[in-house]
């Protein structure tokens, strides 16, 4: 039994959800937007570079993004959403919850997010987002002139390396040797990069200030270091994309969006860390607002 129609359900309220269920509710457009209280940085003790919030904990710009679109009408409900599915032109049925509790609404928008694959060794759920990071561009500033192990593999490990030397001199590659071409090695040791190839066994520290001291390795010393970054890959939080069609962007196996953030499914938009080119809160947040007013436009003149 569906509970209502709604002009947009938008399902996820990290920095792109709440950004466009604000809007929305701005617009007078009624909107219900549904999370299940898990942003992708919620183990980060602050959000950088969120212009006029910097440093701002995560949970507090969440609250108060929040309470804004409360304060506007907007309706937020925590509640895991298990189902998409397109039912007819202008129409997108949502099941939320335990009780599997069915909405319905004329556009939808997904802003679910990103997961990060993160390192399976003991200490590091008590260093992450305090001295062990993923992503330069939110934390590199806070190693600026600190001694800094990366942990990659892949293609990609020589170029997030080298990307760190903006902050740092000091920087140890721990990495599988065996997927480090030739050339990235003769770069990285013209940079005055080593490289370690030995299984990662932990991370040691005060777990009490979160601040990493030494990487621990089975059949080696111990690398002291004051920071960690790592990248192992990111994969998309949910399989909504899928379920209703829409396509992905091929180079970066993200949810594919116009200049209008509209999916190549009519009707479905698609905004943050989900969508290309943003991994950022503000950017996210930036991206929420445009599908909120594109959604509006889109609405608008139709009752
Ligand atoms: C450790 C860490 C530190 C970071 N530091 C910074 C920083 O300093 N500065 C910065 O700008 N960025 C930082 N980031 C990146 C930033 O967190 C992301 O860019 C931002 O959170 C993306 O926002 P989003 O709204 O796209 O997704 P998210 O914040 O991940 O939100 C996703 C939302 O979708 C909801 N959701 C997912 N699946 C479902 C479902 N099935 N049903 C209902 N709801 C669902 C979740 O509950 C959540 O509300 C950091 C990230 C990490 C991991």
């Given at each position: 039994?569906?509970?209502d129609l709604y002009?947009?359900i938008v399902?996820?309220?990290?920095p792109?959800?709440?950004?466009a269920s604000l809007f929305?509710a701005?617009?007078?457009?009624r909107?219900?937007t549904?999370?299940?209280?898990?942003?992708r940085?919620?183990?980060?003790h602050g959000?950088?570079?969120?212009?006029?919030h910097?440093g701002?904990r995560?949970g507090?710009l969440?609250?108060r993004g929040?309470?804004e679109v409360?304060?506007?009408?907007?309706?937020?409900?925590e509640?895991?959403v298990?189902?998409v599915e397109?039912v007819?032109?202008?129409?997108f049925?949502?099941?939320a919850?335990?009780e599997g509790r069915?909405?319905e609404a004329?556009?939808?928008?997904l802003?679910?997010?990103?997961r990060d694959?993160?390192?399976?060794?003991p200490?590091?759920?008590?260093?992450?987002?305090?001295?062990?990071?993923?992503?330069?561009d939110?934390?590199g500033?806070?190693?600026k002139?600190?001694r800094?192990a990366?942990l990659a593999n892949?293609?990609?490990a020589a170029?997030?390396t080298t990307?760190?030397l903006?902050?740092?001199?000091d920087?140890t590659?721990?990495?599988d040797q065996s997927?480090?071409?030739?050339?990235?090695?003769?770069?990285l040791a013209?940079l005055?990069?080593?490289?370690?190839?030995?299984a990662?066994?932990?991370?040691?520290g005060?777990q009490?200030?979160?601040?990493?001291e030494?990487?621990?390795?089975s059949e080696?010393e111990?690398?002291e270091?004051d920071?960690?970054?790592f990248n192992?890959?990111?994969?998309l939080a949910?399989n909504?994309h899928e379920?209703?069609?829409?396509?992905?962007d091929q180079?970066s196996?993200?949810?594919w969006?116009?200049?209008?953030?509209q999916?190549?499914?009519?009707?479905?938009?698609?905004a943050?860390?989900?969508?290309?080119?943003?991994?950022?809160?503000?950017?996210?947040?930036?991206?929420g607002?445009?599908?909120?007013?594109?959604?509006?436009?889109s609405?608008?003149?139709?009752?």
């Open positions: 039994m569906v509970d002009d947009c399902i996820g309220a990290g792109a959800g709440l950004s929305l701005r617009y007078l457009r909107t219900i549904f999370h299940h209280n898990s942003p940085n919620e183990y980060a959000v950088h570079g969120f212009l006029g910097h701002i995560p507090e969440l609250a929040r309470d409360t304060g506007h009408g907007g309706l937020i409900i509640a895991c298990t189902a397109k007819a032109a202008e129409r049925r949502v099941v919850g335990d069915v909405f004329r556009r939808l928008l802003a679910t997010g990103l694959l993160t390192p399976d060794c200490g590091f759920r008590e260093f992450y987002g305090w001295s062990v990071f993923h992503c330069p939110c934390d500033y806070e190693v002139d600190k800094v990366v892949g293609d990609n170029g997030f990307n760190l903006t902050w740092t001199r920087i590659l721990l990495t997927e480090i071409s030739d050339s990235d090695r003769e770069t013209k005055n990069v080593p490289i370690r190839t030995e990662v066994a932990g991370l040691e005060d009490s200030t979160g601040q990493l030494r990487v621990l390795f080696a111990p690398l270091c920071a960690l970054f192992l890959g990111t994969k949910t909504f379920t209703l069609g829409c396509r992905l180079d196996g993200l949810v969006v116009d200049e209008t953030r999916t190549t499914v009519e009707g479905v938009y698609a943050g860390d989900m969508t290309p080119f943003s991994q950022l809160a503000v950017v996210a947040a930036a991206e607002a445009m599908a909120a007013i594109h959604i509006h436009r609405l608008a003149g139709k009752s």
